[in-house]
Each structure stands twice: as C-alpha cells, then as structure tokens.
C-alpha cells in the first residue's frame, strides 16, 4: 500500500522517467511531448528509423531509439537503455499500434496475426518486463495502455483491430488487479478517430463528416487532447484511478 500524500494540483511528473512506444508520431509523440514539458525524461522507441532525431527535436531529455516492437532483444534494449541512461523506469505508455482493415469472412492470417503481435503482445510484453521492474526495485510507477472506442463497440472492417483493443482493456485490468499491491497503477485510454497525420488521411472528407454526425462532441479528438489525459493518469491527481478504461470519444459510445 502507498500512503496518500496530497495530489498535486499542477499535475507535476518533475524528474520522472518515461518509456514511450510509438512515441515517434501520432498520439505517442505528442505525449512525449507534453511529458517533456513537465519536466519528464523521456524515452521514444518507435519503428522510424529517424526517432532518435525526433526525439532530440523535442528535447535534450528525450531518446530516441528505432526497432520493432514486436522483438524480444529490442524491447530488452529499450528497457536497458533507460536504465543505464536515467538509473530507473517511473512511467510505461504503450503507444504503439497497428490498424488492419478487412471483412471478417476475409481477413487473412498474417493481417490477424500481425495486428495481435503489434497491438496486443508487444503492448503485453513491455508491460511485463517494465512492470517486473517495478516490482523488483520497489516502484511505486504507473502504466498507460493505448486501447479504442473500437476495443468497446464494433467497427465494420475493424474485426482485428476491436479485438485486440478489446484485449488490451481486459489486460490492463488484470494487471492493475494484481500489481496494485506494489504500488503500481495500469490504466487504459480509448479514444474515437484522432487527428493525428494518419487520421487525417482515413478520416478527411464526407466519410468522416458522416462519423462526427454521430458524436455529441460533433469533432474528432486532437493528439494533445489524449496525451494530456495520459499526463493525468500518470500524475498524483490520479493516484486512486487503476484498472480504468478512460474513453476518450466525445461522447460516441454512450449511445
């Protein structure tokens, strides 16, 4: 048990140090971007073979280290990495994600297989090794899985990328059931379409007008508006807040 000491009422994350997956573009940059801003130390790992240079671009505290999540020995160096250069691991964002889009009488094998690897193993496998960390080194941290609307609702072509969200909340969890004991806190967000450049992209034009008509917020979310969530659940304004799926839908799902 963590004893209570006052929340924060500036959210501060001063001199904590944070492993972003995925945090080279999208919501995961954009997080650490705001994590940088509070005074976070930050390590990217993304699959851009440019992340280090990104990640210097945000600031002088923030690492950038290219692979694929999806391996073993890279999520190891990744880990390691944070260890040798900031001495410890406070924060874990599983950012990194894949959609695969496909008729479920349709979608095949290697679309299925590569959508759970990406989404819902590797996100597993960090959260493991980061939280067995935590554990062993008597870590009070906090971990912020990358879950969906689509992980709550159905999505038409979305069979792969539904379940392995959906998987993800149920992870998470499990994992805050059993690891709340250490002090560690694992949350989800599940946000609607976010404006990220790939948003943009699937989302631009009639059949995203359509989708907002939908939305009480009647507007997409933008990447700042997620990542200052996660820079909420991982301060002591959320210290009682562990096992949460947070939507993040401009309220789609309530219908």
């Given at each position: 048990m963590i004893e209570y000491k006052g929340a924060d009422i500036n959210f501060s994350l001063e001199s904590k140090i944070a492993i972003i997956t995925g945090g080279a573009a999208g919501i995961g940059k954009a997080t650490a971007d705001f994590f940088v801003k509070k005074g976070?130390?930050?390590?990217?790992?993304?699959?851009?073979?440019?992340?280090?240079?990104?990640?210097?671009n945000l600031s002088k505290d923030c690492i950038g280290i290219s692979g694929d999540i999806t391996n073993e020995e890279y999520r190891q160096s990744v880990i390691q990495k944070a260890i040798a250069t900031y001495g410890t691991i406070d924060i874990l964002?599983?950012?990194?994600?894949?959609?695969?889009?496909?008729?479920s009488e349709t979608?095949?094998?290697?679309?299925?297989?590569?959508?759970?690897?990406?989404?819902?193993?590797?996100?597993?496998?960090?959260a493991q090794a980061v939280g067995?960390?935590?554990?062993?080194?008597?870590?009070?941290?906090?971990?912020?899985?990358?879950?969906?609307?689509?992980?709550v609702i159905a999505l038409d072509k979305h069979v792969a990328y539904c379940a392995s969200k959906g998987a993800i909340i149920a992870m998470t969890?499990?994992?805050?059931?059993?690891?709340?004991?250490?002090?560690?806190?694992?949350?989800?967000?599940?946000?609607?379409?976010?404006?990220?450049?790939?948003?943009?992209?699937?989302?631009?034009?009639?059949?995203?007008?359509?989708?907002k008509k939908q939305m009480p917020s009647e507007r997409f979310a933008e990447p700042d508006e997620i990542a200052g969530t996660i820079t909420f659940l991982c301060s002591s304004a959320a210290a009682m807040i562990t096992g949460h799926n947070l939507l993040i839908d401009g309220g789609f799902t309530i219908k």
């Open positions: 976070v130390k930050v390590i990217i790992a993304d699959l851009n073979p440019q992340a280090d240079e990104i990640a210097k964002v599983n950012c990194a994600g894949i959609v695969a889009l496909d008729n979608i095949s094998d290697k679309m299925w297989d590569m959508t759970m690897e990406v989404n819902l193993k590797a996100s597993f496998k960090m067995k960390y935590m554990i062993d080194h008597k870590i009070a941290g906090c971990i912020v899985n990358m879950a969906s609307q689509a992980g969890k499990v994992l805050a059931m059993e690891w709340g004991k250490y002090g560690i806190r694992v949350n989800a967000v599940s946000p609607t379409v976010v404006l990220t450049e790939l948003g943009h992209k699937a989302w631009d034009g009639p059949v995203g007008d359509e989708f």
